[in-house]
């Protein structure tokens, strides 16, 4: 399944798949950014039509939730921000990655295992 999300959906559903499902409501106060509660409806209804998310009625609300997983949509975002960002290069941003200070020890122990592994394999 190609999944092709904008900023705005994915800010939604990143909220649906964090917390399983949300009502507009719930979206909306996760979300942030001063959005209508209409603006997000249309949001929802949007992912809905592309069958991204589903709604079941609670009470006088829906509550809406995810029909696909991160990893659907990591992908084709990732490669977005690869193309648009990096020039297609995966040095670059894994350079970038890995140049942030905030990373901590752990983390970049567990990156250095991770390029290991595959240096191995590239070996057999």
Request: glycine share 6%.
């Amino acid at each position: 399944m190609t999944v092709h999300l904008t900023n705005r959906e994915l800010d939604v559903i990143a909220v649906l798949w964090e917390t399983g499902s949300a009502t507009v409501s719930e979206v909306r106060a996760a979300v942030g950014d001063g959005l209508a509660y209409t603006t997000i409806l249309s949001v929802l209804r949007g992912l809905e039509l592309k069958q991204y998310v589903r709604h079941e009625s609670e009470g006088k609300a829906h509550r809406f939730f995810p029909t696909i997983q991160p990893s659907d949509a990591e992908d084709k975002s990732l490669g977005r921000v690869l193309d648009k960002l990096y020039q297609g290069s995966r040095e670059l941003l894994i350079t970038r990655l890995v140049s942030e200070k905030e990373l901590s020890r752990t983390e970049l122990e567990r990156i250095r295992a991770i390029i290991d592994e595959r240096l191995g394999e590239a070996d057999k």
